[in-house]
């Protein structure tokens, strides 16, 4: 088995941000919690982790992963053919404007994948509000290949996120494998390199952010040839039953 299979979760990585109605993001958290983190990982899938976006109260994001592509495949066939979702859909769509922003990744490196194995979700029902922040940086890659900014992001980027204060917990790239489950289009010509951080509150995200972009500016500027726009950096808020949250990490 490779690497990433024996050591970190999942090759193949959904990065799902749902645009919401106003006012039905709880709605939709709470019938996904509820219903849908069990019912997909009983086929094999794994719910990594499930958020507020906390600079837009109508964006729910989460990420889902695979063993590979063939896999995927089945497994969200038996999903979304399966009694679950037909018994909860109609609920599920009606919270929803948009769930087409989807980034399919593959880890940069072969043990860059989220680790998941020490991690425990809390159980269904009343529990305290998940804590930490999940910070999601994605850059928009101007070549035909990651290899260059990944290799940029090694040696010039993590040591600076690391010194400011960053955990990093997974980076990716864009999976270029044709879409296997037609049914649920990702996004067509993306080439993005994504990383992962976990801080502890958003005030520790704030004074990262702040020493992490004064560091970067007495740099050399040699990284802005590989990308084609400034980031975007998501700011997501664990729910009560994300496996990925500041109290288990």
Known sequence: ???????????????????LHPGKRDVLIDLFDREF?????ALGMKIIGQFRDEKDPNRFVWLRGFRDMP??????????????????????NTTMIDSDNVLL???????????????????????????GILAATIYHLGGSTASPFTHF??????????????TI???????????????????????????????SNREAWDKHAAAFNDSIRQKHNAG???IKEEPEVLLLAP???????????
């Open 1 to 19: 088995m490779s690497l990433v299979t024996d050591l970190t979760c999942c090759p193949i990585v959904e990065l799902r941000q749902y645009t």
């Open 224 to 226: 802005k040839s590989l």
């Open 105 to 131: 990744l593959r880890p940069a490196r072969q043990d860059s994948g989220f680790s998941v194995a020490n991690r425990t979700r809390p159980s269904r029902g009343p529990s305290e509000t998940a804590k």
């Open 37 to 41: 983190v069990e019912s997909q990982e």
């Open 169 to 199: 917990l997974a980076s990716f790239v864009t999976e270029n494998h044709p879409n296997t489950f037609p049914g649920l289009p990702v996004r067509e010509g993306a080439n993005v390199f994504v990383w992962f951080a976990l801080f």
């Open 153 to 166: 992001f090694e040696n010039e980027l993590r040591p600076i996120i690391e010194q400011t204060g960053g």
């Open 71 to 92: 896999s995927r495949a089945q497994q969200l066939t038996d999903f979304y053919g399966g009694p679950v979702w037909k018994a909860h859909r109609e609920v599920a």
């Open 239 to 249: 729910t009560a039953r994300s496996l990925l949250a500041g109290g288990t990490l």
